[in-house]
């Protein structure tokens, strides 16, 4: 299946704040916010771990992630599905942590890469 991330979809994850969902490996579910997640490309999105709670724990365990966020002034939101890849070293990490340290944010633990599945709307079909 091909994904794009739209303009609109971008101004949306830009401008409102996005949960991400894991679940355990015995399946028990988490979800949380995460102010960072942002496009990296037209087929993924990427978020600075700063934390290293139950969400980074569910990805290291193989967990799927699902990236909801909704713009109320449309009555409507996307809903991201994909893979992760942690990054802790390279160009995009690299890139990632000199970005945070100009706007005076504390360093993260990784950057997680998030290779999209499936792109939805909360809006049935």
Not at 42 to 54: P, V
Not at 96 to 110: F, H, L, S
Request: hydrophobic fraction near 40%.
């Amino acid at each position: 299946m091909s994904v794009e991330i739209t303009d609109h979809m971008a101004k949306v994850l830009d401008e409102q704040l996005a949960f991400i969902a894991t679940s355990s490996s015995d399946g028990a579910p988490n979800i949380g916010p995460k102010g960072s997640i942002g496009v990296l490309d037209d087929t993924a999105l990427i978020y600075d771990e700063t934390t290293g709670g139950q969400t980074l724990d569910n990805i290291q365990e193989g967990s799927q992630i699902v990236i909801a966020v909704v713009d109320r002034q449309w009555k409507n939101g996307y809903r991201f599905t994909g893979r992760a890849e942690i990054l802790d070293a390279g160009d995009i990490f690299d890139q990632r942590v000199a970005a945070r340290k100009a706007r005076g944010k504390t360093p993260q633990i990784c950057s997680v890469l998030i290779h999209l599945d499936d792109i939805s709307t909360f809006r049935p079909v």
